[in-house]
């Protein structure tokens, strides 16, 4: 083969795996400190392709997923919370801490297992946050630790 049709047959196949490389996105998310931990591995091998209608979006991190753009990020091995007097709510058979609410996004901790799974969901008028965490919890519980606290009625 001349060296002019390798040559041009290399560039069709450079800009053939640009273009596929280009098709499947992958986006940025700090892993947490305890991402490393085999409990994690248990609950990553259970995240969904699809929470309603954002697909998941890979990510670059382990112990993480993402759906949307990305509309939802969850990521396990955050530092497991204390007792608190934040709302504590059960949603799909998990207890979530739900964290101080930020303008732009709601935060959520699980609560009572160790490692720690937090959820990072963007603000949005048609965002349904209940339906998200209870897709979420309904997906991972069989690979989460068992509960070593629960929630309890708050006390005003």
């Known amino acids: ?14 800009i053939l795996l640009g273009a596929l490389a280009g098709c499947s996105t992958t986006i940025h998310v700090d892993a947490a400190e305890d991402a490393d931990n085999p409990a994690c591995a248990d ?3 259970l995240l969904p392709d699809a929470i309603g209608d954002l697909d998941r979006v890979w990510t670059d991190a382990q112990a993480t997923g993402a759906w949307g753009d990305p509309t939802v990020v969850l990521r396990c091995g955050v530092d497991v919370p204390a007792p608190s007097d934040l709302v504590c709510q059960t949603i799909g058979g998990v ?5 101080a609410q930020e303008d732009e996004r709601q935060r ?4 009572g297992r160790d490692p720690a799974i937090e959820v990072i969901i963007k603000r949005g008028s048609d965002i349904d946050f ?5 897709t979420l919890s309904t997906s ?17």
């Open 1 to 14: 083969m001349p060296r002019s049709r390798r040559l041009t047959a290399a560039a069709g196949a450079l």
């Open 43 to 45: 609950v990553s091998v």
């Open 95 to 99: 207890d979530w801490l739900v964290l």
């Open 108 to 111: 959520l901790v699980s609560y």
């Open 130 to 134: 209940r339906s998200i965490v209870e």
């Open 140 to 156: 991972i519980q069989s690979g989460l630790q068992p509960a070593s606290a629960k929630c309890t009625d708050r006390i005003e």
